[in-house]
């Protein structure tokens, strides 16, 4: 048991993750413990923006057709045992997530560039091969034929900014997803002018469009644990879209 001298010196130290972060963050201690390591699996609770709450330990997060959802393994169903109910909920209507007893996980949680020694290797054929097919969902799922390509020779050595890019190109998608949504200019512009989307590395985040190309500038690709801001990428994408 963590003595509070303890706990106290773990909260002084203790990053902040976002929401989205420390879910994913989650979901790989659940793929170290499937993988046969000595790890604890904590309860959490999510808060909806409904304020609903939800219990149960994170199985996996993911983004198939580009909707990024979080799978729960909720142990306390009412007059259910053995407890093998699962739960689908929408990343993007949680609030908050509150980990119980994380003094469990007090190592996990504290370690600001978490990656296992077996994390896959990312190359840049599996960049491609991603790419591929994310816009191939996400071009039938919208009715679209946009193209996506990356700006190569601006890409960072190394494989954090692979990996990071796989995370930046689903970023991306999942924001214009939204823009399409909301039905605004953006969207008639979007579905009406844009025919590709190129992602490049800059010392700056930020959008242009040019000659029916999205340029979308993605800063710090190479940074260990990179989090990609949704929200950020989004309000670029709308601002150079409402300048045409």
């Given at each position: 048991m963590m003595s509070q001298h303890e706990w106290n010196g773990f909260l002084a130290t203790l990053p902040v993750r976002?929401?989205?972060?420390i879910l994913s963050d989650l979901a790989m201690l659940r793929a170290q413990y499937n993988a046969g390591r000595k790890v604890s699996l904590p309860l959490v609770q999510v808060t909806l923006s409904s304020g609903q709450q939800l219990e149960g330990y994170v199985v996996a997060v993911d983004s198939p057709r580009n909707e990024e959802t979080l799978v729960l393994h909720s142990p306390r169903g009412e007059h259910r045992f053995p407890h093998y109910d699962l739960i689908y909920v929408r990343t993007?209507?949680?609030?908050?997530?509150?980990?119980?007893?994380?003094?469990?996980?007090?190592?996990?949680?504290?370690?600001?560039?978490?990656?296992?020694?077996?994390?896959?290797?990312?190359?840049?054929?599996?960049?491609?091969?991603?790419?591929?097919?994310?816009?191939?969902?996400?071009?039938?799922?919208?009715?679209?034929?946009?193209?996506?390509?990356?700006?190569?020779?601006?890409?960072?050595?190394?494989?954090?900014?692979?990996?990071?890019?796989?995370?930046?190109?689903?970023?991306?998608?999942?924001?214009?997803?939204?823009?399409?949504?909301?039905?605004?200019?953006?969207?008639?512009?979007?579905?009406?002018?844009?025919?590709?989307?190129?992602?490049?590395?800059?010392?700056?985040?930020?959008?242009?469009?040019?000659?029916?190309?999205?340029?979308?500038?993605?800063?710090?690709?190479?940074?260990?644990?990179?989090?990609s801001d949704r929200e950020g990428i989004k309000r670029a994408i709308e601002e150079a879209l409402q300048a045409v």
């Open positions: 976002t929401v989205n972060a993007n209507a949680i609030m908050s997530v509150s980990i119980l007893d994380a003094h469990t996980i007090a190592k996990f949680l504290n370690d600001k560039a978490h990656i296992p020694a077996e994390q896959e290797i990312v190359t840049r054929i599996d960049v491609k091969r991603f790419i591929a097919q994310y816009m191939d969902d996400f071009n039938t799922l919208k009715k679209l034929n946009l193209t996506c390509d990356i700006d190569w020779d601006t890409i960072p050595a190394g494989a954090s900014a692979l990996r990071n890019l796989k995370e930046e190109v689903a970023t991306v998608l999942d924001a214009l997803t939204e823009i399409m949504d909301e039905e605004d200019k953006g969207y008639e512009v979007l579905t009406s002018s844009v025919c590709g989307i190129i992602l490049k590395s800059h010392e700056h985040s930020g959008a242009a469009f040019e000659e029916g190309t999205l340029t979308i500038l993605c800063p710090y690709l190479d940074a260990p644990r990179r989090i």
